[in-house]
């Protein structure tokens, strides 16, 4: 397996909480992560506006917390750094009609996804560095973590590979949502775009659904009781993932019997087999020629009915019905 194991991680004392604090930052969007970027920013004693339409309704939200909220456009006038944080096939529309008009050369232009950047979706004007402060985890997570003086690891990464002064405002930037307390690794816009879109769709939320969506139905079809199905093949996932998560497959399978670790070892690669691989390598191939993003770009312009279709379907599979009135009767499965 080819691949390096030397990497740097920057810390706290790796950042400088100046270089940001000396500027204006307008946040985007004001959802997953646009609340808890401004949010921490502010309180890291960094001037923040947010930046929504008129007719937004987290407009709201955002001015109860006593932050300022200007339209895009007004926002990205005043600032001197610019964070779109809105859905990534809304970003280009956001970006050519409010934020590009109002941009100054030194200012920055910032994503926390470089998937429209990589794909040449916004074309950033000569003079305005774009940097990438990419958080590995949800907004409510980014948030709830900086409140408990944690934080959640962060990638940083500059459209310009070479220019170091811009790196050095995305590490002050990401120290101030709190990235720098659990880590921040540098990358590459190109990287961080496909191996992110890779992840969610063949392993993360593709891969992972699917697989258990399957477990379930083949249970289910031959006569086994979908409580017990539910119970194998997507409750427990989050007990072993959680093991994974502390030490690693080897730890995870330290805790499982050896009857269930010696299945692991047999069973498993006859089943994610060269065929998976095969076509992951696929996946892979059309994320890196743009395809995926292309699709997804065009689903969402011809009015994203095929989505709107797929999302329903989904929440009415039987395991999700089971899941549900499962789930009410377990007080401990409750969402915070
Ligand atoms: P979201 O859907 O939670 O929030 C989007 C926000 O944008 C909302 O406040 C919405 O009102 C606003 N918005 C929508 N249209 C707008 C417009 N025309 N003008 C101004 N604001 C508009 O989005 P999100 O999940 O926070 O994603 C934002 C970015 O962060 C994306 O690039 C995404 O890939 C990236 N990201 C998200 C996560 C995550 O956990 N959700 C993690 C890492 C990176
Ligand atoms: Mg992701």
Redesign the pocket.
């Known amino acids: 397996m080819s691949g390096t194991n030397t990497f740097h991680v920057y810390y706290e004392q790796d950042a400088d909480l100046q270089w940001i604090r000396g500027k204006k930052v307008a946040i985007?969007?004001?959802?997953?992560?646009?609340?808890?970027h401004a949010l921490n920013l502010r309180d890291s004693e960094v001037d923040v506006v947010v930046?929504?339409?008129q007719t937004?309704?987290?407009r709201a939200k955002a001015e109860t917390e006593g932050l300022k909220v200007m339209?895009?456009a007004e926002a990205t006038a005043v600032a001197d750094v610019v964070m779109?944080?809105?859905?990534?096939e809304?970003?280009a529309?956001?970006y050519s009609?409010?934020v590009a008009p109002n941009l100054k050369p030194g200012n920055y232009l910032v994503?926390?996804?470089g998937?429209?950047f990589h794909f040449g979706k916004i074309k950033p004007p000569a003079g305005v560095e774009v940097f990438l402060v990419?958080?590995?985890?949800?907004?409510?997570?980014?948030r709830r973590q900086f409140t408990q003086g944690k934080g959640v690891p962060c990638l940083v990464a500059t459209l310009n590979e070479d220019s170091p002064d811009t790196l050095l405002l995305a590490l002050s930037y990401a120290k101030a949502i709190g990235g720098a307390r659990a880590g921040v690794f540098r990358t590459t816009f190109k990287e961080e775009t496909e191996t992110?879109l890779f992840g969610e769709q063949a392993v993360l939320c593709g891969g992972l659904t699917s697989l258990i969506q399957l477990g379930f139905e083949t249970l289910v079809e031959n006569g086994y009781s979908p409580v017990m199905a539910y119970f194998e093949c997507l409750h427990e996932m989050k007990l072993i993932v959680d093991l994974i998560y502390e030490g690693g497959l080897s730890y995870m399978r330290s805790s499982i019997s050896n009857t269930a670790e010696f299945g692991d070892y047999t069973v498993g690669p006859k089943l994610i087999d060269a065929s998976v691989r095969e076509k992951m390598q696929g996946v892979l191939d059309r994320i890196k020629r743009g395809d995926f993003a292309n699709d997804w770009l065009s689903e969402h312009q011809s009015g994203g009915q095929q989505f709107k279709r797929l999302r329903e379907a989904a929440k009415t599979h039987g395991m999700e019905e089971v899941g549900r009135e499962l789930r009410s009767r377990m007080s401990f499965a409750k969402p915070q």
């Open positions: 985007i969007g004001y959802g997953s992560q646009g609340h808890a930046g929504l339409p937004s309704a987290s339209t895009p779109l944080l809105v859905p990534d809304v970003a529309t956001v009609e409010d994503c926390a996804h998937f429209n990419a958080p590995k985890g949800p907004g409510h997570m980014v992110d």
